[in-house]
Nanobody
Framework: QVQLVESGGGLVQAGGSLRLSCAAS????????MGWFRQAPGKEREFVAA????????SYTDSVKGRFTISREDAKSTVYLQMNSLKPEDTAVYYC???????????????????WGQGTQVTVSS
């Protein structure tokens, strides 16, 4: 069982920055591929970014490329999402997720992730 706890969300003006953190329980965090997803009101959950174990692969959805950076710190069992140049359309609940597959991958599919956090709200005002 893996527990994921997100933090760092909040209210920020357009153009501002936030850094989300996701702390994982357990001793095998370094083996997990990790992802960030978001869900805006009335919309489906969408992929934001993913990082494989060993940080050897990283992927982003097109709308956040050049603005968001995903990283991980295995010693702290934590994955981060640095969000810069935020836009009102980034407003959503952000979820981190763990993919415990033996495959080294950065999947954009929700079905690839078997553990999810409770989410943290990010609101960007115009």
């Amino acid at each position: 069982q893996v527990q994921l706890v997100e933090s760092g969300g909040g209210l920020v003006q357009a153009g501002g920055s936030l850094r989300l953190s996701c702390a994982a329980s357990g001793r095998t965090f370094s083996r997990y591929n990790m992802g960030w997803f978001r869900q805006a009101p009335g919309k489906e959950r969408e992929f934001v970014a993913a990082i494989s174990r060993s940080s050897s692969r990283i992927s982003y959805t097109d709308s956040v490329k050049g603005r968001f950076t995903i990283s991980r710190e295995d010693a702290k069992s934590t994955v981060y999402l640095q969000m810069n140049s935020l836009k009102p359309e980034d407003t959503a609940v952000y979820y981190c997720a763990a993919d415990t597959s033996v495959m080294l991958r950065t999947s954009s599919l929700s079905a690839a992730y078997n553990y999810w956090g409770q989410g943290t709200q990010v609101t960007v005002s115009s």
